[in-house]
């Protein structure tokens, strides 16, 4: 069962982020801030919970959380200042957006960049373990795959409607015969010629 909060004297905002390992799209990001009853069976770390119910529980955080904000770092971001720093500024701009400012942060993982002065805690694997950490990547997880949907409108051929930009091999075998798009994190190494090297990894390894 995940725990409402982490402590119980601040008003306590949980931080997550989606999209950080995929090849292609912006990272997203969520910021949410929950009220002290609040309670929903379904809730958990987004990995562990069906699109449904992720959909769910996204109309169920929206409507009872006290605030909550989702911002994006795009992939032209990500390639000039890595990963890492995207995932923190996506964080740092959601809490940026909060109608409500919280006085302490909860941050899925194990870093975070100080975000002004509040102070802020890091729990590896914290989304099933604080009830406003899984919110927050709940939210991150759904906004990013509807972004992602988008997206695999434009570029079809990479099927970013099933795999929302991560490295799965029908992604790469996209980019191997079709090359890279404008929305591909050129910063990854994902170039047709070393993922080509990948597969042939794989199948020999296989």
């Not at 969520?30 to 809730?43: G, Q, R, T, W």
């Not at 006085?103 to 406003?132: M, W």
Request: aromatic fraction near 10%; charge should be neutral; include cysteine.
């Amino acid at each position: 069962m995940l725990q409402p909060f982490y402590q119980k004297r601040y008003t306590e905002a949980g931080c997550d982020e989606a999209g950080r390992g995929c090849y292609a799209g912006p990272v997203f990001a969520a910021a949410v801030i929950l009220p002290k009853d609040f309670y929903h069976p379904l809730l958990n770390d987004s990995k562990q919970v069906s699109e449904a119910n992720r959909n769910e529980l996204r109309k169920v955080i929206e409507e009872q959380a006290t605030c909550y904000s989702v911002a994006m770092v795009d992939n032209e971001e990500i390639d000039k200042i890595n990963i890492l720093k995207a995932s923190f500024k996506a964080m740092h701009l959601a809490l940026d957006n909060l109608k409500r400012k919280p006085k302490y942060i909860l941050v899925d993982g194990n870093r975070f960049t100080p975000y002004q002065d509040v102070k802020h805690k890091c729990i590896i694997k914290g989304d099933g373990l604080y009830a406003s950490i899984a919110a927050a990547s709940i939210l991150a997880k759904t906004y990013r795959d509807d972004y992602m949907r988008k997206l695999h409108e434009e570029y079809p051929l990479y099927h970013w409607c099933n795999n929302k930009g991560y490295g799965t091999e029908e992604h790469r075998l996209a980019i191997e015969a079709f090359g890279l798009t404008k929305y591909h994190r050129l910063s990854f190494n994902i170039a047709a010629k070393q993922l080509s090297l990948d597969l042939e990894e794989e199948h020999v390894l296989m």
